[in-house]
């Protein structure tokens, strides 16, 4: 019984432990964010192996410029009638039912003298081909880090809406205690208060709305972080070096963004690349039209106890090492005359993957202009919304605080106070929503010129 209670209070010790530990919160900053998720990405896992594989295949083209070299051994033990030619020579019947024990060997080298500069194309068609795989590592890498600051952008900019609306719903709540006040002693209406109180429960549902969001927010930037989705994470807000505003922005030259864009984009360069492989490729299937020439060396030797030199047996090292030894040298030259037009089909398919593969490049290319184009207007836009807003926000809080005063004074209505009030958040939630966009903007227009990375995130 006292060893039954024992367990149960080391499990419910435990138990309680490991919820401790699960409450536990770990904060979490911009940079780490980007170094969990390069670190924790399938799809730049992925790009990753396809770089090993790259570095893999031209290891073996290097090698391709090596000789050939194999070599095989056979033993065999045969029984039944087998001719005996010194018997024949004796006079004797050469056919004799004995067990025989035979042991052989040999070693085999080629190496290819021409190909049709095969080994030389398919080499330099490797080297490209990794050059590919390595830019199009960079442009997963450039895509995770957008896709993690967007995602913390947009916990950050939930955080500050938040704040904005539990600010709204305290000036609601201290304004209903000013307005119950009042009625208690008369000098405002009961309808002022029931006004004021519907103006509470509705902060207070968009206090909870803009908390879900917040909730949502966070989930999809954990799923982006492909951390546990159980664990309980806050974000650091990152310090801002100067206060953001319409009057201190950067600007940007379109056609100097666009030169740079076609210049630094690692998809652009790993479709480069990739057209320069396939044109070794190309070049490969038509050196399939002319001859090849190798070289070849062979080595064998061979044991038979049957083995004999005038009619004396001749002993395992005697034959293997010495007297049955073989050496052979040769050249081949193959001259390739018809193959069912498979050649010809091979070099026509290796064109049209190399038009394509440029036709893709042109539209690529043409996208990139349209992407940074469509960046830099939504920048401008984004900029006057900024400067509107920041207009809109000092009107707002000057009609806020004057209603305030008047209604104080009683000169002015609950509703015409709930109005400007109503007018003072939105107008806050307009410029933060302005400002975050603006820095998503920037960061968009850096992945876009392909100037992106772990080092130059910042807000």
């Given at each position: 019984?006292?060893?039954?209670?024992?367990?149960?209070?080391?499990?419910a010790?435990?138990?309680?432990?490991?919820?401790?530990?699960?409450?536990?919160?770990?904060?979490?900053?911009?940079?780490?964010?980007?170094?969990?998720?390069?670190?924790?990405?399938?799809?730049?896992?992925?790009?990753?192996?396809?770089?090993?594989?790259?570095?893999?295949?031209?290891?073996?083209?290097?090698?391709?410029?090596?000789?050939?070299?194999?070599?095989?051994?056979?033993?065999?033990?045969?029984?039944g009638?087998?001719?005996?030619?010194?018997?024949?020579?004796?006079?004797?019947?050469?056919?004799?039912?004995?067990t025989?024990?035979?042991?052989?060997?040999?070693?085999?080298?080629?190496?290819?003298?021409?190909?049709?500069?095969?080994?030389?194309?398919?080499?330099?068609?490797?080297?490209?081909?990794?050059?590919s795989?390595?830019?199009?590592?960079?442009?997963?890498?450039?895509?995770?880090?957008?896709?993690?600051?967007?995602?913390?952008?947009?916990v950050?900019?939930?955080m500050?809406?938040?704040?904005?609306?539990?600010?709204?719903?305290?000036?609601?709540?201290?304004?209903?205690?000013?307005?119950?006040?009042?009625?208690?002693?008369?000098?405002?209406?009961?309808?002022?208060?029931?006004?004021?109180?519907?103006?509470?429960?509705?902060?207070?549902?968009?206090?909870?709305?803009?908390?879900n969001?917040?909730?949502?927010?966070k989930?999809?930037?954990?799923?982006?972080?492909?951390?546990?989705?159980?664990?309980?994470?806050?974000?650091?807000?990152?310090?801002?070096e100067?206060?953001?505003?319409?009057?201190?922005?950067?600007?940007?030259?379109?056609?100097?963004?666009?030169?740079?864009?076609?210049?630094?984009?690692?998809?652009?360069?790993?479709?480069?690349?990739?057209?320069?492989?396939?044109?070794?490729?190309?070049?490969?299937?038509?050196?399939?039209?002319?001859?090849?020439?190798?070289?070849s060396?062979?080595?064998?030797?061979?044991?038979?106890?049957?083995?004999?030199?005038?009619?004396?047996?001749?002993?395992?090292?005697?034959?293997?090492?010495?007297?049955?030894?073989?050496?052979?040298?040769?050249f081949?030259?193959?001259?390739p005359?018809?193959?069912?037009w498979?050649?010809?089909?091979?070099?026509?398919?290796?064109?049209?993957?190399?038009?394509?593969?440029?036709?893709?490049?042109?539209?690529?290319?043409?996208q990139?202009?349209?992407?940074?184009?469509?960046?830099?207007?939504?920048?401008?836009?984004?900029?006057?919304?900024?400067?509107?807003?920041?207009?809109?926000?000092?009107?707002?809080e000057?009609a806020?605080e004057?209603?305030?005063?008047?209604?104080?004074?009683?000169?002015s209505?609950?509703?015409?106070?709930?109005?400007a009030?109503?007018?003072?958040?939105?107008?806050?939630?307009?410029?933060?929503?302005?400002?975050?966009?603006?820095?998503?903007?920037?960061?968009?227009?850096?992945?876009?010129?392909?100037?992106?990375?772990?080092?130059?995130?910042?807000?």
């Amino acid at each position: 019984m006292k060893r039954f209670i024992s367990s149960l209070f080391l499990i419910a010790l435990l138990f309680i432990t490991n919820s401790g530990f699960a409450q536990e919160s770990r904060t979490i900053t911009l940079q780490e964010a980007i170094e969990i998720a390069l670190e924790n990405n399938y799809q730049l896992k992925q790009a990753q192996n396809n770089l090993d594989l790259s570095d893999y295949r031209l290891k073996s083209e290097y090698a391709d410029f090596l000789p050939s070299v194999s070599s095989n051994i056979n033993g065999s033990r045969r029984t039944g009638q087998q001719f005996i030619s010194d018997r024949f020579s004796e006079g004797l019947d050469p056919f004799v039912d004995i067990t025989s024990k035979s042991i052989s060997g040999s070693m085999n080298a080629s190496i290819p003298v021409f190909n049709g500069f095969e080994n030389i194309n398919s080499l330099r068609a490797s080297q490209q081909s990794k050059i590919s795989e390595e830019e199009s590592y960079q442009r997963a890498k450039e895509q995770v880090i957008f896709n993690t600051a967007s995602s913390y952008l947009q916990v950050l900019l939930d955080m500050e809406l938040l704040e904005i609306r539990k600010e709204n719903l305290d000036n609601s709540l201290k304004q209903l205690e000013q307005v119950q006040a009042q009625v208690e002693v008369g000098s405002r209406p009961t309808v002022d208060l029931y006004n004021q109180e519907a103006q509470v429960a509705n902060d207070e549902l968009l206090l909870t709305q803009q908390d879900n969001s917040l909730k949502f927010s966070k989930l999809l930037l954990i799923r982006q972080l492909q951390i546990d989705p159980l664990g309980n994470y806050e974000f650091e807000v990152p310090e801002i070096e100067s206060e953001i505003s319409s009057a201190n922005i950067q600007t940007y030259s379109l056609s100097e963004m666009i030169d740079q864009a076609l210049l630094s984009r690692s998809d652009l360069k790993s479709s480069i690349s990739n057209i320069r492989a396939l044109e070794y490729q190309l070049s490969i299937t038509k050196g399939s039209l002319y001859p090849s020439v190798s070289a070849s060396f062979g080595l064998s030797s061979s044991y038979s106890d049957q083995y004999s030199v005038l009619g004396e047996d001749v002993g395992f090292s005697d034959q293997f090492f010495d007297q049955r030894i073989n050496r052979s040298l040769g050249f081949s030259v193959n001259i390739p005359i018809f193959q069912n037009w498979n050649r010809m089909t091979n070099i026509q398919s290796s064109k049209v993957q190399l038009k394509n593969a440029e036709l893709n490049l042109d539209n690529s290319r043409l996208q990139v202009i349209q992407e940074v184009t469509q960046a830099y207007n939504d920048y401008s836009s984004y900029v006057q919304q900024l400067s509107a807003s920041e207009k809109s926000l000092k009107a707002s809080e000057r009609a806020f605080e004057t209603q305030q005063e008047r209604y104080n004074v009683g000169s002015s209505t609950l509703i015409e106070l709930s109005q400007a009030q109503a007018n003072y958040v939105g107008a806050q939630s307009d410029y933060t929503q302005a400002v975050y966009n603006l820095i998503f903007q920037e960061k968009l227009l850096d992945y876009y010129l392909g100037k992106l990375s772990s080092e130059n995130v910042e807000f």
